[in-house]
Each structure stands twice: as C-alpha cells, then as structure tokens.
C-alpha cells in the first residue's frame, strides 16, 4: 500500500505531510489501524480504527463543537489536531479549537482510568461507582450534592499547572451544603450501656429535640427516653484524663434534649471491658425547662435501648494512604489503605423510619452526615458521605 507498510494482520496508513509549508514538528503520523482480530463489540464486522489523534478533530468538525477541552497531556498533540483540520476542513463552517488545562487531581485518591480499572480487576473495589473513588458516580454514591461539587469547582477555577488539590476542600462545600438541608437523627454506632438506676421503671419521656436547628422550618420531633440507653463507648473513661470532658465515674454530663446525669460506677466482663455504666439522673435538669444554671462541660448523643432499631453503615476514610497518590508510577498495592472501608452496625432513634428515603441525607449528631443507599426489608443501609469537623471513628 502506498505511503504505509504492513505486517501479518496490522496495518497503518500514513498522513503524508509537506514539511516545507508546515512549521510543525511532526512526521508521518498514524491515521488508521487495520487489526484483524474480534472486537468485543462488532465482532469482526470491521477491521479499520481511526487513530484517536486522526478522528478526535474530525469528530470535532462534525458535531461542530467549537472549543475541545482537554487535559495537559494532550497539549502535544495540538499541532496534529489543528494540521489535519486545516488540511480537511470546510472554511464554512466551525473550525474546533483543542484548549488544555490541568487534571483536577485530588489527594489520597486516584482520577487514572488505568488505574481505577486495576482496582476493579484485583478487586480492591467493586466498580467505578465505589465511593471511595472519586469519579462523578463515586461521590454522589456516597451522598456528595451536585451542589457541593459545582461550588467545589468553582473554587477550584482553572489551571494550566499540574498540581493536587486537599481533599479537605471538597469537604468543607459538602459540610456546608448539607448542614443547612440535612435532619438531624441521634445514631450511637459503638454502644455501651447506661443504667439510670433511680429513674422509674417502665417509665418513659418523650423528649422535644429541633430537626435542624439550622433551619427554622425543619420542625420538631419526639424522643423516648427511658432507664436503660445506649451512648457512644469512646464517650466514657473510668479514670479521668487530661482534657477529657465527657462522661468518667464522679462527672456530670447532659444528655442532649434529656437530663444531667452522673457516673457512679462501672460493671465489668469476664475480658476486664466495661459492660455497663451505673448512673443517676438530676429530676430537674430536663432540658430547656431547668432553672438550675449548672455549667456542664460536655453533652452526649444517646438512644433508648428499648426503643432504637438497627442500620446497616458504611464507614468510608481514605482509598489511599499517600497524599499524591496519582503521580506515583510505584505499584499502587504499597499504598492501599485497608481500612477504609468498614461495615458496621448502629442503633437509631425511632423518628429515622418515619423520613427514610433512598437518596435522603441524614446528619447522625457528633457524628456525621450519611446517606441512604438502599431500604430491604425494613433494613436501612447507610454511605458515610463525611465526618463532622473534629470527629473521628474509633
């Protein structure tokens, strides 16, 4: 074949170029490939792919799209787009223009389809959808607002710089997003007992809590409380430490929406673990009807036990342990995080099975926001979207 050469089931066919009325620095690019074996998709209907340097302007010309923006790597590739246009091209219509400006990267994830599609081959994630990634369908699995991601953008802005941009940033526009739109649900998902041993029996209070305080037309809802509550382990010491305000054996806490309680002594299993916290409650301290001006340091997020209900959680932190991770060329096995996934159960007020929707956001108060991926059987199954600031998962 003219212009081109051949090798047993391969072909390419060269672009023969006039150097001498072109001041690009290219020669004999490929425009064709003729390969000769199945595609997974036309079989072996056809045998000849135009090279994606060869039918990226031209696709362009056609649809008449105007400006074809790309990210820097093809920045080499421009002369060869604007050549075959020039050389091709109708002068009536639209001539595209190739713009490139950086990868939006992000720390401690990866945007390479190359190496998304290695995570999914070893199965170190499921699919593109994973929420630990950071692909459009990732982060709206996980509960991130479209919102969120243009105001995230935004800020961004455009560069011509390869850089990596904080995660931290895109969680600063989800947390401000959903913090003014999201109902807030008490949730302890690492639970330790607490027995209110001079609270009534069989007694139970239904207690007034705001849906979101942010906003003044979310409502109100109604809380049980009762003698026997669950409140978040890591909430509890035995002994004192240092700058640790919560809940230790001769300390006052208030029970959010509830009572001023104080702990007076522990039960223990047979491993030595605190089973059970021995507590009494202060009849005057119900919240906002109290005269007592008691200066309490800490407040806790609990559940009546005999009132909650289990949900399924997905926790989500880090894919990768490496900040920038997308320009290491090392195997990306050395800097998977194993445990950033964790699936775990939680107890949750009754009010949650009155507003659970798939697709609802959800704020779990001192914890954070999650988002409901899926309803079966009654069972509510939760994505981490992101921690409150301050908080973390122990």
Excluded at 276 to 302: A, G, M, V
Excluded at 343 to 361: C, D, F, R, S
Aim: net charge positive; aromatic share 12%; with cysteine.
């Amino acid at each position: 074949m003219k212009n081109g050469f051949f090798k047993e089931g391969f072909c390419v066919l060269r672009a023969k170029i006039d150097m001498s009325s072109s001041n690009i620095n290219m020669r004999d690019p490929i425009m064709y490939r003729i390969i000769k074996k199945k595609h997974y998709k036309t079989g072996y209907n056809w045998c000849i792919y135009p090279t994606y340097d060869w039918a990226h302007g031209q696709c362009d010309y056609i649809e008449q799209i105007s400006h074809s923006l790309c990210s820097l790597e093809f920045e080499n590739k421009r002369p060869l787009y604007n050549w075959f246009i020039k050389k091709i091209c109708n002068n009536k219509n639209i001539k595209p223009k190739q713009i490139e400006f950086s990868r939006l990267n992000l720390s401690n994830t990866i945007t390479s389809k190359r190496k998304i599609q290695f995570l999914i081959k070893n199965k170190i994630i499921k699919s593109w959808d994973d929420p630990r990634l950071s692909t459009i369908s990732g982060l709206r699995k996980r509960g991130y607002t479209s919102t969120s991601i243009k105001n995230f953008i935004k800020e961004v802005g455009v560069s011509k710089r390869n850089n990596t941009i904080d995660k931290s940033l895109l969680e600063f526009w989800i947390r401000k997003d959903l913090n003014k739109i999201t109902p807030r649900i008490m949730v302890v998902i690492n639970p330790i007992k607490i027995t209110i041993t001079n609270y009534p029996e069989n007694n139970v209070e239904w207690m007034n809590a705001e849906n979101n305080p942010e906003n003044i037309n979310s409502g109100f809802r109604k809380i049980p409380f009762s003698k026997n509550l669950y409140i978040e382990y890591n909430d509890f010491l035995e002994k004192k430490k240092e700058n640790f305000f919560r809940l230790y054996i001769g300390n006052e806490v208030r029970l959010k929406n509830a009572y001023i309680i104080k702990a007076n002594s522990i039960k223990k299993n047979d491993n030595g673990l605190i089973k059970e916290i021995y507590c009494t409650y202060d009849p005057l301290s119900r919240s906002k009807e109290s005269k007592n001006n008691r200066k309490i340091k800490s407040t806790l997020h609990w559940v009546s036990i005999q009132h909650s209900f289990i949900i399924k959680i997905n926790l989500y932190e880090k894919l990768f342990l490496k900040k920038n991770i997308n320009h290491i060329n090392e195997k990306i096995y050395e800097n998977i995080n194993l445990k950033s996934l964790k699936k775990t159960i939680g107890y949750a007020e009754p009010y949650l099975k009155n507003i659970a929707k798939v697709g609802n956001h959800i704020q779990f108060q001192r914890i954070g926001y999650f988002y409901i991926e899926k309803i079966n059987n009654n069972v509510i199954t939760f994505n981490k979207t992101i921690s409150l600031k301050g908080y973390k998962n122990k």
